[in-house]
């Protein structure tokens, strides 16, 4: 009987091992994905962002209204600002 607790113990022991593993790489993919899933979305957004100030400090340039440029970029007064210093 004591052989068979052993063995049993042993196989447990393996198993818990084994799930272990496999819940580290199931966290470790999920990591991957949403790193990649941030990029993604962080590759937009920057390429937004370059894109709506570029058209802000076009639109400055023409002298256009500070409410225009609002309308047109799609911001509000605080992105305006943050678009203008940089």
């Keep these: ?3 068979l607790e052993k063995e049993k113990k042993f196989f447990q022991d ?9 819940d580290y790489d199931e966290e470790l993919e999920g ?11 962080d590759g ?9 100030r ?8 023409m002298a256009y209204p500070k409410e ?3 309308e047109v970029a799609g911001i509000n007064a605080e992105e305006y600002d ?3 210093t940089t």
């Excluded at 570029?54 to 340039?61: G, L, T």
């Design 68 to 70: 225009a440029i609002l």
């Design 14 to 22: 393996v198993m818990e091992g084994f799930a272990k593993e496999f």
């Design 44 to 52: 937009i957004s920057q390429g937004q962002y370059e894109e709506k």
């Design 82 to 84: 943050k678009l203008i």
């Design 54 to 61: 570029n058209v802000v400090h076009n639109m400055i340039k």
């Design 31 to 41: 990591k991957r994905m949403a790193e990649i899933r941030t990029a993604r979305i």
């Design 1 to 3: 009987m004591r052989e």
